[in-house]
């Protein structure tokens, strides 16, 4: 494979489909650039680009939920590319294995098939906060070129206290609309972001289970 031989957007990106690599199910659709493209190759594991926040993001990097790359093609007209990844976890940001798991015509019989409550349920038995943090914090003592995390430490603390506000307004719009896929997107974004300022302030976990644990 040759990176020369790909076609990337005015806007220097290309669309990367990312698929189970044994079930050949479609996982997810997103955006790479050149640069995330090189990072996806030298390290196996899956790096892209974010549109909304205009900067390298790598899959796994809050939640954990890494895919490693076992193949990597492209389509005839060389616009658009096949990762076939083992993939941790679930791909989606809500928690299923895959981005598609809803239908126009399915719909109903999705939800039947995945089931939050499962999905969250296993989430609180692999102890994801207690996870989330301890890469949050690695990210603030050794910052990694491309991270997200450590880019707001290099920043300040405005950069993740600004973003603490948007994401809380955000939680509330989504809930206004009623909309509980984007309640849980928001919500995730937000917990994220708090996280983000704990480490900043030295503020650990434990202290507020033990908080939330005295409130009780």
Not at 26 to 45: C, D, H, P, Q, W
Not at 136 to 157: A, V
């Amino acid at each position: 494979m040759s990176i020369k031989n790909l076609k990337f957007d005015e806007k220097g990106l290309i669309p990367a489909i990312i698929q189970d690599a044994e079930t050949k199910e479609v996982l997810m659709m997103a955006y790479m650039n050149e640069e995330s493209l090189k990072n996806t190759i030298r390290t196996g594991r899956t790096c892209f680009w974010s549109r909304s926040r205009q900067e390298l993001w790598w899959k796994g990097e809050t939640s954990g939920h890494i895919q490693e790359v076992v193949e990597i093609d492209y389509d005839c007209d060389g616009d658009t590319l096949l990762l076939k990844v083992n993939q941790s976890g679930g791909a989606c940001h809500t928690g299923h294995k895959s981005c598609f798991y809803r239908g126009i015509k399915r719909e109903k019989d999705a939800e039947k098939v995945f089931d939050p409550k499962e999905v969250y349920k296993k989430s609180l038995d692999s102890d994801i906060l207690d996870e989330l943090y301890e890469v949050i914090k690695d990210r603030k003592e050794n910052p990694k070129e491309g991270s997200y995390t450590s880019s707001l430490y290099k920043k300040g603390e405005n950069s993740f206290l600004k973003k603490i506000g948007e994401e809380a307004t955000e939680v509330v719009m989504a809930a206004k609309e009623k909309d509980q896929g984007e309640i849980i997107y928001e919500v995730a974004d937000l917990v994220y972001h708090l996280m983000v300022m704990m480490v900043y302030y030295g503020v650990d976990l434990k202290e507020i289970y033990q908080e939330l644990e005295d409130r009780r």
